[in-house]
């Protein structure tokens, strides 16, 4: 056999193991079975008292400025801390009229006000460190209240926002609560 087939009985052998590899995580040596995820929670159907206490005062708190809330037609989760990956909330959306795919805000509840707290601080700390901050604009602002038992999250991007009146939103939302900031 020369070089030239040799080369290219050793490519062909080559290519032949690295496909027999390949099929073998497909076939015997594959999981059975996928492995077990717990699944994150989406937002509630439908609200619990506490959620529902909170979105009434933001409400309330949005209403006075000239602002409605509405639970949005569209899918919306942020980015978000391991603390509140798993955590029940509820979305809901400020109307913005000429930004009809923003002013999103999410109500996180947590089983009592220390968790709630905690993970605030959890998730002020997140946005501020490299993994939380890549996941914004540079100039994202953001807003984490503390109401009771839950969390009151809103993000926006004043060089970025479609709605002059988005910043408004966030001064309101800081007259709900408690106050966690976040130091970018």
Known sequence: ???????????IAALGLG???ALAGCGIAAPSQLPAVSPSPLPQASLSGSIELTRGLVEAA????GFGLIR???????PESPALIEIPRAVFQVVLGQDPNGGFLVIYEFPDAPSAHAAGLAQARWLASG?????????????VRQVGTTLVTFSWSPASAPDPRTGEIAAVLQTVGQGIPVQR
């Open 1 to 11: 056999m020369n070089a030239h087939a040799r080369r290219r009985a050793s490519a």
């Open 19 to 21: 496909l027999a590899v």
């Open 62 to 65: 949005l209403k006075a400025s």
């Open 72 to 78: 949005p037609p569209v899918p919306f989760r942020p």
């Open 131 to 143: 993994p939380g901050a890549i996941q914004f604009a540079l100039d994202e602002q953001h807003v």
